[in-house]
């Protein structure tokens, strides 16, 4: 097998590039949502779009990618890696448990501080919900169905592909590792809402890939994180717990926010220590490749 250049492999296609890609699909969506609108009575609000937008982008995205890795002869059997040969599944189930703890305090306290300055908002963002009942949208059984395999399917999939596949080998490549897991977890966070919840979660699932070069770990702790997010709202509903929190309430319990980020942030931290790339740190691509071609 020839020896490829590490720093051409990966040299295109560029994150701008993808964003273009992307914001055109959402503009062809946007206008064709528009004519349905005008020529069927199609109600443009209706929230059952909202996991069929998500799907067509990022999986239009995500197919886009492929393509270009194809006409560029990237080995996607190393990008993706093997499974571990011996899983460590205690700890990254820890690992797992604790980035679930922080994400949820996070959330809370930082929540509770934009509730001084933009309640409304605060309160809107806490009555949402994953699922939705009979009179909130045209096919509501469709609707929580797409959105239980987006959850647990399609984003763990869609998203590890394309922030820890696609973007940590491309600025990694055009910078260094340790910059490309600060920013493409960075862009994670902003993209979820919960910016430092999700960062953090971000951070760990970038360097889970690192040390395993596995990206099927990533995707497994990221749909298990989903799927328990979203088990907890369907036994709410179960148990009949479907009032939304109230905004007096949800500040009232900022305590509990503090006691899951002390008792998460040390584990954590001493994770990122223990496993803070290194400029020289090779990317999962290329240690996988190594890994091939040793005899």
């Known amino acids: 097998m020839a020896k490829l250049d590490p720093t051409t492999v990966f040299a295109q296609p560029t994150f701008r590039r993808l964003l273009g890609v992307i914001v055109l699909m959402w503009v062809v969506l946007g206008v064709l949502l528009a004519i349905a609108t005008l020529n069927q009575g199609v109600a443009a609000t209706d ?9 067509i982008v990022f999986g239009g995205g995500s197919l886009w990618v492929l393509w270009q890795y194809r ?18 599944w205690p700890a ?31 309160t809107t963002t806490l009555a949402e919900s994953l699922f939705l009942d009979a009179d909130a949208t045209a096919i509501p059984w469709l609707y929580n169905l797409l959105m239980v395999l987006l959850l647990v399917v399609a984003a763990p999939v869609l998203e590890e592909f394309l922030f820890r ?7 990694g490549t055009r910078w260094n590792p340790p910059l490309a897991v600060l920013l493409t977890s960075v862009l994670f966070g902003v993209l979820h809402g919960n910016v430092i919840g999700l960062t953090l979660f971000g951070l760990v699932l970038a360097l889970l890939y690192l ?9 497994a702790i990221h749909a298990l994180n989903n799927a328990i997010a979203a088990s907890l709202e369907v036994i709410s509903r179960f148990t009949g717990n479907t009032e939304p929190t109230s905004l007096e309430d949800f500040r009232a319990g900022i305590w509990f926010g503090a006691i899951l980020l002390g008792v998460s ?14 400029k020289d740190t090779p990317l999962p691509y290329w240690a996988n490749r190594d890994r091939t071609l040793a005899p």
């Open 211 to 219: 040390r395993t070069n596995s990206l099927g770990v990533a995707i």
């Open 92 to 122: 990254w189930l820890g690992l797992w448990m604790a980035s679930f703890m922080f994400s949820l305090g996070a959330f809370q306290l930082s929540f509770v501080a934009l509730s001084y300055w933009s309640p409304d908002w605060v």
């Open 265 to 278: 942030l040390p584990f954590l931290v001493k994770f990122i220590r223990r496993s803070w790339p290194t």
């Open 47 to 55: 929230p059952l779009l909202t996991p069929i937008f998500y799907l």
């Open 165 to 171: 596949g696609f973007l940590l080998h491309r600025w």
């Open 71 to 88: 006409r560029r002869q990237v080995n996607l059997k190393m990008l993706v890696g093997p499974w571990p040969e011996h899983p460590d």
